[in-house]
């Protein structure tokens, strides 16, 4: 067996995950496997699972295949986990290793070590075939809720869509990272048009724990974060927490970097992949053409016609950032009918994907 075909037994293998890892034309998927895993890494990698296992039930499955004694496989497994290419937790005690995705997963682990190369080959295979495999399901990993000054404190927010109220509730650490989608940018020598800020990557519990321990990120207090996210929503940017109850990340992201979102502005109707609970309305009466909203619009959903703004609700998210940036209050966020309550936990939000990729 050659080197290309352990790296493309382990691209089949990651396309059974909830979020695969499709093949292409081009081979660029498998260019990332390389920038990630040695040779002998891919051996061992697909040989994991979603589900966390321990060591030993791994080396009964693998030993065969990969040649390695326990001993052999658990400080491979380390290192693994230490490059950021595969997830472990331990449980009583006991390391449990398991496979990662690349979006959520793998890609965001590269932060503070990211490359040109690298960071061009996810770009080109988000447009080649993986922004398709994200929103397959039609279940996005991430949810829109709105910046906390759009909406009016006499209006009831649900809690998995009030920013401060997640921040509040979070129990463990909190950690903020570099945002690895502009750091991708950066590397590759295209400057972000929107913000200057980059530590803008929220972190909680044992997600942030893991950062910690792999030096990707810094511990900072509740109010820290709440800081750095008036920053972020002062920038503009869209808040878009894991799409579960209570998140264990909140990304502030920008129609420029963001992977997910500068993929999805190339779809004619964007909104119909996004979780979120609001959109914006115009008030033409009030409304005086200024354009200050279609210029913050990170979806491009607005444009002024003969005068006044008007929103496609095809593309809007329910941000809420045009509401804060117009000065005569014409724009407002109004509730969809049917609120949208995110899955109670990751484990059922990738549950609920795979259910639906499979037709269930």
């Given amino acids: 067996m050659t080197a290309d075909d352990v790296y493309r037994d382990l691209q089949r293998h990651l396309d059974g995950l909830p979020v695969g890892f499709p093949r292409t034309e081009s081979g660029v998927e498998i260019r990332i496997l390389k920038h990630l895993f040695t040779p002998e890494e891919a051996a061992l990698a697909k040989h994991l699972s979603l589900v966390p296992e321990p060591l ?59 490359t040109k190369e690298f960071a061009l080959d996810v770009q080109q295979y988000l447009d080649e075939a993986l922004a398709e495999e994200l929103f397959r399901s039609r279940i996005p990993q991430l ?15 649900s809690s998995y869509d009030d920013i401060r109220q997640i921040v509040d509730s979070i129990e463990g650490q909190i950690a903020v990272a570099n945002c690895v989608c502009r750091q991708g940018r950066d590397v590759a020598g295209i400057s972000c048009r929107h913000t200057g800020l980059r530590e803008t990557c929220l ?36 808040l878009q927490p894991e ?50 909203c279609a210029d913050r619009c990170q979806l491009e959903a607005i444009a002024v016609v003969g005068g006044t703004a008007r929103v496609d609700p095809d593309r ?45």
């Fill in 143 to 157: 949810r829109t809720i709105p910046v906390q000054r759009s909406v009016p404190h006499e209006r009831y927010v």
């Fill in 243 to 292: 799409n579960v109850e209570r998140p264990h990340y909140i990304c502030c992201c920008c129609g420029d970097c963001c992977g997910i979102l500068s993929t999805l502005k190339k779809f004619p109707r964007p909104a119909e992949f996004y979780a979120t609970n609001h959109r914006a309305v115009v008030d033409q009466e009030l409304c005086n053409g200024c354009e200050a």
């Fill in 316 to 360: 809007c998210i329910g941000c809420g950032n045009c509401v804060v940036s117009c000065t005569v209050h014409a724009i407002r966020l109004e509730k969809k009918e049917g609120e949208t309550q995110p899955p109670h936990s990751t484990t059922a939000l990738y549950l609920n994907i795979a259910a639906r990729k499979a037709g269930h």
């Fill in 56 to 114: 030993s039930r791994i080396h009964s499955r693998a030993e065969s295949d990969v040649g390695a004694s326990m001993p052999e496989m658990e400080a491979a497994l380390d290192r693994m986990f230490s490059k950021g290419t595969i997830s472990m937790r331990s449980d009583r005690g006991e390391k449990r290793y398991s496979n990662a995705m690349l979006i959520v997963g793998m890609f965001e682990l590269q932060v503070e070590r990211l």
């Fill in 203 to 238: 972190i909680f519990g044992a997600t942030a724990q893991q950062h910690l321990d792999l030096r990707l990120a810094r511990r900072i207090s509740k109010s820290e974060a709440l800081d750095i996210l008036a920053k972020a929503q002062e920038a503009g940017l869209v």
